[in-house]
């Protein structure tokens, strides 16, 4: 891998790097950060106190609202659907990368997700919606995904090569190698090599994958799924670190949506442990994402956070 | 060692209160990424060899038992004990359990059991299964022994950690993007929590195949961390927030401790290490 990064917990302490990460991590005052360009990131969180009920169950309703709700306000309409039909076109065809391992990404939200591309004019057949190399085309696979497309040479999955545009539906955890795994991990499940990124220096080159071209023109969309968010250990759940955050993160940029995924995860583990509770190892990636290759942005200051429904316990 | 037959012959058929449900499924070292993806790793740097996950119904819930099957049981212990949280409970030599999840040690195995649903209605079954798959494993296994060399005194009760690698240093306590320690699959290590009268701090005893590796993994962390050159076998210095880091060479071993905030407590906590 090209560029090591060398970067060490004294560096971290001192502030003299990953200024912005510092800020997500609520180690530094969001002021340290200057912005000098005035291009605002849009991210929208939604959240809905009855969205989940006792048993864990998904109000298929109540999330139906708060994705269209959250799209108008991600694109400026009146209605969700607006913006979907501005994003996707009956020409298209849509690669759904969803996660599908350890606290996986809802069934009832790629339902959705589906349904709004269908209505958006997607035909049914150009619809994949996949992890890895386990595939499902259109709404009668999208839960059982048993084809295989295989990857290319370049270690894309063949489905990003056969699909114009990308949505990126990922889950929002900690994670115990990269620090946190929210949609620029995500697309570690679309390459055939994804070894090569969980590497002993904090998996710092994971912010290149979103970086690569092919993947950074046709990703138009990034639903987050924060309905029960996972905040110490991870992949690997234990459940005593799950919580009903009820929340989904919208955007169209990587950085930026885990950036401010980022800074709820920290919120909840400073408010568990009534202390700062940093998160380790640091999630570099994230940074690394924005400032050498140029993935999105982490500076707060440029990105235009929208922040709907429950307010209690939003942890922002 | 590590045969089908053997994982499959600790599952139980179930208990008083749930089933098997669905057919097991077995990872090896090459295809336990199609199971966590990036937690494989994890596993990997314990020289994980197996991994048999069981599905059990119960109460129309699901508990998911993982069995997990290293080369040795110093390993299995040391994946345990990344996870020594919870309530402490006697099955066997030693298992927690919080939130519906039961986890234990026993021989080369280490043993997960979930309800995901993060309550306890299901305690009482899952502490059945558990130790129904527990008793089917014949021997108890043995604690690596670099943890006899840790202190008793002012050890924070199951705070100690056993590893091998950077991947889980940093994990535990991040150091550096760099492995400064040279931390690999030829190095031991375990990492403990201290109360010292006011003042807190975390040991770290590093284990290398001969003196010289140690020696050279002082000089490294010296230069890279310190920004110093060691000028013998036991180093202080202040870092950042007024805190202490304290080094001891003793033949292959290194002794690091952090977070100090005394520097004379931290002389004196290394002037009192066990050594051979």
Known sequence: ?316 | MGTEIELKSLIPEGTADCRKSGIFKLYDRENLFDYMDGGAELYLSYDFQKLLVQQYKAKEKEITVEIYQMETSEDAFGVFSLEQEGEFLQIENKAFYSSGLLKLWKDNYFVRLMDISGNDKLKDVILDLGKKVSSKIDKKGKLPELLSKLPQEGKILNSEKFFHKQIVLNNLYFLSTENLLNLDEKTSAVMADYSIGKMNLKLLLISYPDSSQANLALGNFCKKYLKTTPSGKRIIQKVEEDKFIGLELEKNYLWVTFEGKDKVKTREFLQNLKRD
């Open chain 1, 1 to 316: 891998m090209e560029g090591k990064v060398n970067f060490t917990r004294r560096d971290f302490i001192k502030g003299t790097a990953f200024t912005s990460l510092a800020v997500a991590l609520g180690l530094l005052s969001p002021e340290v950060l200057s912005s000098e360009q005035r291009k605002l990131e849009r991210v929208v969180l939604i959240r809905d106190k009855d969205v989940l009920n006792e048993d864990l169950i998904v109000d298929k309703k109540v999330l139906y609202e708060m994705l269209d709700s959250g799209m108008a306000s991600l694109g400026g309409e009146k209605e969700g659907i607006a913006l979907w039909k501005k994003l996707f076109s009956p020409k298209d065809v849509v690669g759904v990368k969803i996660n599908v391992k350890m606290a996986p990404t809802h069934n009832e939200l790629i339902e959705l997700i589906v349904g709004n591309l269908l209505k958006a004019g997607v035909e049914d057949k150009n619809i994949y919606i996949w992890d890895q190399d386990k595939i499902g085309i259109g709404s009668a696979e999208m839960f059982s995904r048993t084809r295989k497309l295989g990857y290319a040479k370049d270690h894309l999955s063949n489905v990003i090569k056969k699909c114009t545009a990308l949505i990126n539906v990922c889950g929002m955890k900690s994670h115990w190698l990269s620090g946190a795994a929210f949609s620029i991990k995500n697309w570690a499940g679309a390459i055939d090599n994804p070894f090569e990124y969980h590497t002993e220096d904090c998996c710092s080159t994971l912010g290149k994958i979103p970086a690569i071209p092919e993947i950074k023109s046709k990703c138009r969309l990034i639903i987050l799924d924060g309905l029960r968010p996972l905040f110490n250990g991870g992949p690997q759940v234990d459940p005593k670190y799950l919580w009903n955050y009820n929340g989904l993160i919208l955007g169209f940029d990587h950085v930026a949506v885990d950036t401010t995924a980022l800074r709820i995860i920290q919120g909840k583990r400073d408010e568990y442990k009534k202390e700062k509770w940093i998160l380790s190892p640091p999630p570099l990636h994230i940074t690394l994402a924005d400032t050498k290759y140029k993935a999105g942005t982490s500076d707060l200051s440029k990105i235009e956070l929208i922040k709907l429904g429950w307010k209690e316990g939003m942890l922002l």
